[in-house]
């Protein structure tokens, strides 16, 4: 069964750094066909796809957030942590973490979902 | 990079009736190596995460009612809901996972009339 659940600080204060972790259990994400992925969604508005990591620690980033981002893994821990410079109240978002898995050499969407976590930018 | 545009924005429809959500794509989501087209719909209801219905634009992911279907190809999609249920009242997102950066559509809420 997979499960993943998000974890990180729910206030962070304008031009901060943003640490997010999620961890996930169920795969293991260390070959190329498997995913992590972040989602955001500010209150009341869309989905928006942050970024993802491979098992083969392929990363892709949003292009709008890119400058801001950086994601890594550590398969030992069953973890991908989000780190998001220079907070801004803009960012204010649900933040969610998903899998996402190769089969027969296609792509399929995320599939599994975390929770998600609130994470407000205030002074 | 591709844009994902659903219409409408909001609709409302009565119980038992039938509704039909649309999406457009910039590009072609049509792979030519395997035929396939990577469009999946996401049902999110308030305080959960998105759940995936469909996903290759016509394929139903596991449990979910066959009143739930898919069609399209290319850069047209639609969702359509044979039979309303109360339970079906929510934002569903279309989303384009064949190249990155990947992308969601804005949303469309359905309401039971």
């Known amino acids: 069964q997979i499960t993943l659940k998000e974890s990180g600080p729910t206030l962070v204060k304008p031009t901060q750094t943003l640490t997010l972790t999620c961890s996930f259990s169920?795969?293991?994400?260390?070959?190329?066909?498997?995913?992590v992925g972040w989602i955001r969604q500010p209150p009341g508005q869309a989905l928006e796809w942050v970024a993802f990591?491979?098992?083969?620690?392929?990363?892709h980033y949003g292009p709008s957030l890119r400058n801001r981002l950086a994601i890594t893994k550590d398969t030992l821990k069953n973890q991908v942590v989000l780190t998001m410079a220079n907070m801004d109240p803009v960012d204010t978002a649900t933040y969610y973490c998903a899998h996402r898995a190769q089969l027969s050499g296609d792509w399929y969407p995320f599939d599994y979902w975390g929770q998600g976590t609130l994470v407000t930018v205030s002074s | 990079d591709i844009v994902m545009t659903q219409s409408p924005d909001s609709l409302a429809v009565s119980l038992g009736e039938r509704a039909t959500i649309n999406c457009k794509s910039s590009?072609?989501?049509?792979?030519?190596?395997?035929?396939?087209?990577?469009l999946a719909w996401y049902q999110q209801k308030p305080g959960q995460p998105p759940k995936l219905l469909i996903y290759?634009?016509?394929i139903r992911d596991s449990g979910v009612p066959d009143r739930f279907s898919g069609s399209g190809s290319g850069t047209d999609f639609t969702l359509t809901i044979s039979s309303l249920q109360a339970e079906d009242a929510a934002v569903y997102y279309c989303h384009q996972y064949y190249t990155s950066p990947l992308a969601f559509g804005q949303g469309t809420r359905l309401e039971i009339e």
């Open positions: 290759w634009a016509s």
């Open positions: 590009q072609n989501l049509l792979y030519s190596y395997n035929n396939m087209n990577y």
């Open positions: 990591i491979s098992g083969n620690d392929d990363k």
């Open positions: 169920g795969f293991s994400l260390n070959t190329s066909g498997v995913q």
